[in-house]
């Protein structure tokens, strides 16, 4: 890290005025105490780093890895210090000194190449019970993981290639750099980014936005070599790494926004960590890039903001058209529906009556609040690998406040609290209540009106 | 002893709980305290059992080992900074919430316990625990109990003194002693029990706390007044007493604050006015209109400009907001905020009010000042970076004057944050050198080595006021 930066760092550190008030937001800190587990006294340990006070020591390192990312404490902290940022920072610190342990440089080296992390993906779409039937030491058997069910087998083909192969109506455009799907009508442009998750272990998510885009009159693309936004990179450490990711999806972007038939579309994000990164990339690109990345940041929107940008009214009376029948009047049963706030989109984006909104708009559908719909997962990407024991207290607490509403559906925004609400209902025997995209409740009713 | 010895010995007495030192314990060297502590402690001991605070505390006091007893570390006065030598006792693994008793309206809770969860189970039986001090949402009761904690409501309901009815105690040498009890009249022996509250953990360590419950209000009505100065804001605060009327809270926010506050969170505030005032009035709801017009006609013959009354609750709340974000909005104006409570009789507040802007002027400061006008209870905020030395010289000088007006006007150092380390020095200003040594003398008698957070509260011998 050159000077500039870590005068930066300090400048950002300076504005902690250590009132503890993260104590009250932070999902770690609830479960462990300690002034170590919380914003406020990692940046007094990073602040002691960086002023010489004390070694960056690996119980140091180990602290500043116990962290969820979640970025709840920046949403609640009064000063509105940046301690996501921070926190990357540090950990480029530690990786500078420590590495990033075998695991993560593998996993990194794999998503760093879009190619590579593909052909990953399809082999382990076969071998995925091996990789996790670890006996070795070192940071396999840090994972401790329970035997082949942290997350569902990937499925046989990825969103992209089943785009690739014409589904939905798919066709190629950009010269091959992007893929369109067009509605009868064209009403509007979007680009949308699905993300890893969606694209290699979700892609029904992925399709279910596309129709609910499609219902809406949109005409979707969808960049043909999405790299990885550049999340995992980034909150580990690795920032010039992310940064070149981040480069590579904004010229992927520029490629399939010449698609477009109107120039700068709305970018679409189903996976609110990939948005909150895309938002990010002035940060993490070199200087040539950074013009095309601030003009992109502004037009990063999630897709629940997107489909309510006229008001709720105006898009339950459109899916009602699309699903040809009545929405909110009609008196059939209702299906209790909860909805889970991921971090990264109510707390880092504030997003929490949009969702709620499309949810309550759905035909025959109650939303439930929970006790704590803010509450963290415990997710928080590979937090989970490597906390496994505290992932499991606080995704446990979000298990029972979902079953304490008998829902019979758990509706969320992220695909990886999607992944870890599965993976805790499933824990607490509670497999029956189903996980579900927002978006893909939606396209349910689409689908309903095709049939 | 050294720090690993020490490790090893507290390991021992505390099986249930956390005990590390090394740079881990570092992250417990400060608390809010701007410019206060950054060496890490000998030790941090978490017990999981009271029973281990009185090990440790038995075992330190043998060693002569300072014990500093924490609870969400939110202070104001570098109560609970500690040195290298000491242990940090870190309260808040004792939290349990023990009972609610609804016939004898106490509740019985661990000190950990955080305010805000307290708050929350009592009003979901109609009760109520007024207390409310701005770092609820994170303040352990034992911490409040320890510093004697205010709050908004203070002016009608009293503050955290006001609803301890009971005590367990761990002593200095680990002995434990139950203070008072479940009973609204209680004149057995010394009144130890209000002895102990406020103390700032340098008389005892606190392991359970029973607290006083009152109903919970039926109806509240909250209402925002502007002034042309803030002379004519504080007459409206007299005015309002002298109507006999007692609003739970009666809050001033001067200019500073004002901008500051709409900067931030835009809610209505106007920027060019000297002064607002945020009342609420609380009760059975027949009251509490006929209160409110009272209020608001106490107000108005002081020559406030506009008077907006909340209609619903999210009116109220949009009021509210402009106090609750004051700390947040001032502390976005500079890195470092230096947030003081001296406290004046309230009908000398536009005095204490004038003095400050003069102070600021002097010694060429920011400072935004708010707070408990009803209660005379005013936080003059100096925003500063702890950065500049320069400036920060400056700071404490004008801090220093600032407690001689509040002394002058008779008034003193602390309403609600209590001494700690920051304002040690102005003791004797306040008590004079016999005040002290009763200070000394209690200490004495119940920490004769004195391991309790050793330092905090009563001035060395060898510390001269600066004033």
Redesign the interface.
């Known amino acids: 890290m050159n000077e500039s930066r870590r005068a930066r760092l300090q400048e950002e550190l ?2 902690c ?5 993260c ?2 937001a932070c999902p770690v800190y609830r479960e462990r ?4 587990s919380v914003a ?3 940046l ?2 990073i602040e ?1 780093v960086l002023d010489g ?3 960056l ?1 690996r ?2 390192r180990d ?1 500043l890895e116990a962290c969820l990312l979640c970025k709840s404490c920046r949403a609640a902290c ?3 210090v940046r301690t996501d940022v921070i926190l990357a920072a540090a950990r480029e610190l530690a990786a500078e000194r420590y590495g990033h342990g075998l695991l993560k440089t593998a996993a990194f080296a794999a998503l760093k190449r879009p190619a590579l992390l593909a052909a990953a993906a399809g082999a382990g779409a076969h071998l995925w019970g091996l990789a996790f039937a670890p006996e070795d030491g070192g940071d396999l058997w840090r994972l401790r993981l329970p035997p082949g069910n942290l997350y569902p087998r990937l499925p046989r083909r990825s969103l992209l290639s089943r785009l690739g192969a014409g589904e939905l109506g798919a066709t190629a455009a950009a010269g091959g750099r992007a893929m369109k799907v067009s509605p009868d009508t064209v009403r509007g442009t979007v680009i949308l980014f699905p993300g890893c998750l969606v694209n290699f272990m979700l892609p029904q998510v992925g399709l279910a936005a596309i129709k609910v885009l499609l219902s809406m009159g949109s005409e979707v693309i969808v960049p043909s070599g999405q790299a990885c936004c550049g999340t995992p990179l980034y909150v580990n450490g690795d920032r010039a790494g992310a940064g070149r990711l981040a480069e590579t999806n904004l010229s992927w972007l520029a490629s399939a926004g010449a698609a477009a038939s109107g120039g700068g579309p709305p970018v679409v994000f189903v996976c609110p960590s990939c948005a909150e990164s895309w938002r990010g990339y002035p940060e993490m690109v070199r200087e040539e890039w950074t013009a095309l990345a601030r003009q992109v940041a502004d037009r990063v929107t999630d897709i629940s903001i997107f489909l309510t940008r006229r008001g709720p009214e105006e898009f339950l009376a459109g899916l009602a058209a699309a699903a040809g029948r009545p929405g909110r009047g009609d008196a059939g049963p209702r299906v209790t529906v909860t909805y889970h706030d991921p971090c990264h989109l109510a707390q880092a984006q504030g997003v929490r009556v949009e969702p709620r909104a499309l949810l309550r708009s759905l035909p025959g559908v109650a939303l439930k609040e929970m006790a704590e719909p803010g509450g963290c997962c415990g997710s928080g990407g590979t937090f989970g690998l490597f906390h496994p024991d505290l992932s499991r207290r606080i995704g446990g607490r979000k298990a029972g406040d979902i079953t304490a509403t008998e829902a019979v559906t758990v509706a969320t925004g992220c695909p990886a609290c999607l992944l870890q609400l599965r993976q805790e209902l499933s824990a607490a025997g509670r497999s029956a209540v189903g996980v579900r995209h927002t978006v893909e409740l939606l396209a349910e009713v689409v689908d309903a009106g095709r049939k | 002893m050294g720090g690993a010895d020490a490790v090893t010995a507290l390991r021992r007495l505390a099986p249930s709980g ?1 005990v590390f030192a ?3 314990a ?9 410019g206060m502590g ?1 060496r ?1 402690p000998l030790a ?1 001991v ?1 017990p999981g059992f009271r029973e281990e605070v009185s090990a440790v505390l038995s075992f330190c006091n043998r060693e002569g080992i300072g014990v500093i007893p924490r609870g ?3 202070n104001l006065s570098g109560g609970v900074v500690a040195t290298e030598d000491q242990v940090v006792l ?1 309260m ?2 004792l939290a349990r919430l023990v009972e609610i008793d609804e016939a004898n309206l106490t509740a019985t809770v661990e000190p950990g316990l ?1 305010t ?1 969860a307290l708050h929350k189970a009592v009003e979901a039986r109609g009760l109520f625990y007024p207390p409310d001090p701005g ?1 609820m ?2 303040s352990t009761l034992g911490g409040n109990v320890a510093e004697g904690a205010g709050g908004l409501r203070g002016l009608k309901y009293g503050v955290t003194r006001d609803y301890i009815l009971g005590l367990q105690v761990a002593l200095a040498d680990g002995q434990v002693v139950r203070l008072g009890g479940k009973t609204v009249k209680n004149v057995s022996g010394y009144d130890l029990l209000r002895l102990l509250v406020g103390s700032e953990g340098t008389l005892g360590v606190v392991t359970e706390i029973i607290v006083r419950l009152v109903p919970a209000p039926e109806a509240r009505q909250a209402m925002l007044a502007v002034f042309a100065t803030v002379d004519a804001a504080a007459a409206a605060v007299a005015r309002v007493i002298a109507e006999k009327v007692v609003p739970a809270t009666l809050e001033l926010l001067d200019d500073v604050t004002i901008r500051a506050v709409e900067e931030y969170s835009h809610c209505g505030l106007p920027a060019a006015a000297a002064a607002v005032l945020l009342a609420e009035v609380d009760g059975m709801p027949e009251a509490v209109a006929r209160e409110g017009e009272r209020v608001k006609a106490a107000f108005r013959a002081e020559g406030a400009r506009k008077v907006r009354v909340a209609n619903d609750a999210g009116e109220r709340d949009q009021i509210w907001t402009a106090r609750r ?1 004051a ?2 909005a001032l ?2 104006v500079r ?3 230096m947030l003081e409570d001296a406290t004046v009789p309230r009908s000398r507040v536009p005095e204490m009010v004038r003095a400050v802007g003069g102070i600021a002027r002097r010694h060429r400061l920011a400072i935004g000042t708010f707070g408990h006008a009803g209660d005379g209870n005013l936080h003059p905020t100096i925003l500063t ?3 500049d030395l320069e400036e920060m010289k400056r700071a404490e000088a004008a801090v220093g004057e600032i407690f001689g007006v509040a002394l002058e006007l008779g008034g003193t150092l602390s309403g609600e944050h209590g001494i700690g380390l920051a304002k040690r020095p102005y003791m004797r200003a306040q008590f004079g050198e016999a005040g002290i040594e009763v200070h000394r003398r209690v200490k004495g008698a119940l920490d004769p080595r004195g391991i309790l957070n050793p330092g905090k509260v009563i001035p060395p011998r060898s510390l001269v006021s600066q004033r």
Do not use: H, W
């Open positions: 300076a504005r005025m250590r009132c503890g008030f104590q009250a105490g300690t002034e170590f406020r006294g990692k007094i340990l002691a006070r004390i070694g020591t119980d140091v602290a009064p000063s509105g | 956390e090394g740079e881990l570092l992250s417990y060297a400060e608390d809010a305290t701007p950054g890490a941090i978490r969400a570390g939110t870190a808040n693994g955080v805000a770092s949402a994170v974000t700390v947040s502390a976005r890195p470092t905020i970076d702890r950065r």
